[in-house]
């Protein structure tokens, strides 16, 4: 498992001690024994964009990183499919709606008798093996790039 994606790295609270590169070496390694970083070694680049050896007390900003990363994320996909690039066969963009609405994980959001997002929008959300990526997801299903963060999907083509 990738240490980006549990919750003690998206809280931000260990953001200040990891980034730190001389008193966070022991930290890192003892994360590098469990989870999978970048590039795999004990200094390795923040996967949130954090910069050694801040002192911005950067928990107060981790969620609206990760919520920035996923409008940023969303407006591509968006851009994409207004363009008509990669855009998916009416039929797979019913079967992967179709996926959502009867969510295996119980993480679709609705609106009246449809789905409407995964998970609350714009929050990227990991807990348990399940993840929410916060799309609306009429919007995501068309983009043949886009999958579901759980790989609940039918494979495009």
């Known amino acids: 498992m990738r240490y980006a994606d ?3 790295c998206q809280s931000g609270g260990h953001c200040r001690l990891c980034r730190d590169r001389e ?3 022991k930290f890192r390694l003892a994360v590098l024994q469990d989870f999978e970083v970048p590039g795999g070694e ?3 680049e923040c996967p949130h964009g954090i910069p050694w050896d801040t002192d911005v007390e950067v928990s107060r900003f981790s969620g609206a990183i990760t919520r920035a990363r996923a409008a940023a994320h969303g407006a591509l996909s968006v851009l994409r499919t207004s363009l008509g690039v990669g855009l998916l066969p009416r039929p797979e963009v019913e079967a ?3 996926v959502c609405r009867r969510c295996p994980g119980g993480l679709a959001v609705m609106r009246g008798d449809d789905v409407y997002t995964c998970g609350r929008l714009l929050e990227v959300h990991r807990e348990q093996g399940r993840s929410t990526c916060g799309c609306v997801l009429r919007m995501k299903a068309v983009d043949a790039e ?3 963060p759980n790989a609940w999907w039918p494979r495009a083509g």
């Open 42 to 44: 004990v200094d390795f």
């Open 23 to 25: 008193s966070g070496r």
């Open 6 to 8: 549990t919750a003690a």
């Open 96 to 98: 992967r709606l179709s």
């Open 146 to 148: 886009e999958d579901c």
